[in-house]
């Protein structure tokens, strides 16, 4: 479903407040680009509920849905002005940048400030990542350890276990799983963790991944290799991005 495409479709059916948003949106499709529920309503002058009710009546559960659907339409058309301006290494670097700019919109201020504060806190930090997932578990560590703060990756089963094992209360383990599958014993692990106090954090793409629930809490991020039309790039420099917000976070509670 193209958002757009339905937004134009669903003009006639919808009220005067909710046709003042969709006209607006329309007519400047930018606006909707990192932008919350609330500044959308003031900026087309109509109310939260309002925007809440047009997007439920184009079959999204809500505006946050709605937004992600817009944007990822965005991303996908390229314009001939567009095609005609920037060559390859210009949308490369154009789509990356988008969907950086994402990630705000997925992990909130108080989200990024909640795990900077549990890393700093933490008496013993282990970090699990899989195959290439593990590349982003070392920058983690590395840069980490580069501020002072020690910890332990990993991407071997058996010293996931043994970590389950060990760690107590007072203790962070973040799991790094973009598609939310990871290793076949993260659950387990995972939940052995819990039981246990440690503040289990997940970093993934997939929003419906039956990990979350076994994590103290999890964070979503823009899933740039599964949108069909773009799937040829790579999830990992998104994921970079996030680190570097979290490390900015973290690098502050050092004065």
Known sequence: MNP???????????????????????????MMLGVSITSLAQATGSSNSAIIRMCQKLGYDGFAEFRFSFNRAMMAAESPSTEADHDDSDRLVDTYSRYMHLIPQYVSKGQFDGLAEAV?????????????????????????????????????????????????????????????????????????????????????????????????????????????SINFYEDQIVVYMFIEMLLLNISRRFG
């Open 120 to 228: 700093v806190q933490a008496r013993r930090l282990v970090i699990w990542g899989s195959n290439r997932t593990f590349q982003s578990a070392m920058q983690l560590s590395h840069r980490l350890t580069r501020l002072g703060v020690f910890n332990k990756p990993t991407d071997d089963a058996i010293v996931m276990s043994d970590d389950a094992a060990i760690l107590e209360k007072g203790d962070v383990c973040i799991v790094l799983s973009m598609q939310g599958r990871g290793n076949a014993r993260y659950v387990e692990d995972m939940d052995v963790m819990r039981e246990r106090g440690v503040d289990v954090r997940l970093v993934t793409m997939d929003g419906k991944s039956n990990l979350i629930s076994h994590a103290s809490e999890a964070y979503v991020l823009p899933w740039i290799s599964h949108d069909d």
């Open 4 to 30: 757009i495409d339905e937004l134009r479709r669903a003009l006639p059916t919808l009220t005067k407040s909710e046709s003042k948003a969709a006209e607006q949106i329309l007519a400047d499709p930018n």
